[in-house]
Each structure stands twice: as structure tokens, then as C-alpha cells.
């Protein structure tokens, strides 16, 4: 009997000892895995406050250097339009960046209204096409339209200011990503949801980024971002938007030929 229990107790403490190695053993691997994310965040931040600066010293350097370039009187007129050319540009650029700010700002901080009205979709979508289409004559791109809807499913209740914001900053993205080739806007009905894209022949997005993207720090870091102009910051707000109205957004693409985002909104 004493053996018995002898063995019984041995046994018992070899897998309380094997539990207990397990469990340290586990919660070192979580240890592991907190310290990289924390180092991980550290970093892509890091590389996002280094891209914002970026972000604002350059065009802002432009404007005060063409600005002192235009006070000098041997450049003629045509010279000096390229130059204000430049400073409206790169004016324009820095806004951009200052207005992205404040917006994620203003999303951290819950201060974003959502004001809803009732709106048409489809005259909404051919404005945005109408005003992109000088910058895309200059790069040589087509817009495409397909609309699918009716005048009567055409007509949604949403936030004009954020359904706004939503496909500016999406249809910018596609024209600075794209060197030739088209961007496409369309939109359909979906049930008892209305689905808007924007498709572009750009570079397209690998596909273990493909949810990265809408994350903010991180899409600071993709390789892509050294190459273009931009804060990172506008798909972060898209979402945001997308999700202020019980919305959201989706991509596919590949790499080398374009992609489509998607964005479904509730018909209310």
C-alpha cells in the first residue's frame, strides 16, 4: 500500500511539475510575443512621426523657397506661374496633412458628428468624377463610371460631409498610385446595402498587407510609402468614417495590376 501510494504521489507531482513547466513555458512565449508587438508599435510609430514630418517640412520648404524665388525680378512670367504653380501645390499638400491630423484627432477624441441626411448617391459619385478629371487628364489616366442604380435606390440616408470625405480620399489614392491605365468608380445595391468602389491599374498592395493598410502607424511603414507623398493616415480615416455609419471597407488587389476598394453602407 505504502508503495502504491508512494507511486501515486510520484506521479502526481511529475505532472503538477510537467503542468506547472508548461504553464511558465507558455507564459513566456505570451511574454515574447507582448515585448515584439510593443516593439513593433514603438517602431511603425516611430516611422510614422518621421513620415509626418516629412510630410510637413517638404511642401512647406517649397513655399518658402519659390516664394523667395518669385520676389526676384529677372524670371519672367512664365517662370514665375511654374513657381506658383509649386507653392499651390505644395499649399496644397500640407493641408492635406494638417486636416488628416486633426481628423484622427478629432476620431480619437469621439468629437466626430454623424449628421445624417437623406442624399443621392449618383449625383454625389459624378461630382467627385468631375473633379478629379483635370489631374487625370494631366497623368494621362480614363475614368470609368458604372452605376448601377435607379433614381429611386440611388437615394440613401448618410452623412454628406463623411460620404464626402470617404471618396476624396479614396479616389486621390487611386490616381497617386496610378501611372496609367484607369480609375474606376461604380456602385450598386446590395440587398438592403448600397456598395460603392474605386478601382484603379495602379501598383497594388501585397496581399500580407491587404488589412495593414487600414491601420494607422502601419501603413506609414509599408515600402510603397517612401515613394509617394502622404501622411498614411487616409484609409485609417476612411474606415473610422465607414464605421461612424455602421459601415465598412474592404480591398483586392495584387501587385503590379491595381486595386479595388469596397465600401458597403447600410440603406437606411
Known sequence: VALVVFLLFTVMLRARVKSKTME??????????????????????????????????????????????????????????????????SSERLLSTINDIIEISKIDAHQVEVNYSELNVTEILEQHIRSLNDKALKKGITLVTDFQLTAENARIVADSNLLNGILSRLL???????????????????DSYLVFYVKDTGTGIPA?????????????????????????????????????????????????????????????
Not at 516664394?67 to 524670371?75: I, K, R
Not at 491595381?258 to 465600401?263: D, E, R
Open 172 to 190: 486621390n489614392n487611386a490616381l497617386k498610385f496610378t501611372h496609367e491605365g484607369s480609375i474606376g468608380l461604380g456602385a450598386y445595391r446590395d
Open 24 to 89: 511558465l513555458h507558455l507564459q513566456n512565449n505570451e511574454l515574447i510575443k507582448a515585448k515584439e508587438k510593443a516593439e513593433e508599435s514603438d517602431r511603425l510609430k516611430t516611422a510614422f512621426l518621421q513620415n509626418l514630418s516629412h510630410e510637413i517640412r517638404t511642401p512647406l520648404n517649397g513655399i518658402l523657397g519659390f516664394v523667395n524665388v518669385l520676389q526676384d525680378p529677372h524670371f519672367n512670367d512664365e517662370r514665375k506661374n511654374q513657381f506658383t504653380e509649386i507653392i499651390n501645390s
Open 208 to 268: 500580407d498587407r491587404l488589412e495593414a493598410i487600414f491601420d494607422r502607424f502601419v501603413n506609414a511603414d509599408l515600402n510603397l510609402s517612401r515613394s509617394y507623398d502622404g501622411s498614411g493616415l487616409g484609409l485609417s480615416i476612411v474606415k473610422s468614417y465607414l464605421e461612424l455609419m455602421n459601415g465598412s471597407i474592404w480591398v483586392e488587389s495584387e501587385v503590379g495590376k491595381g486595386s479595388t476598394f469596397y465600401c458597403k453602407l447600410p440603406v437606411k
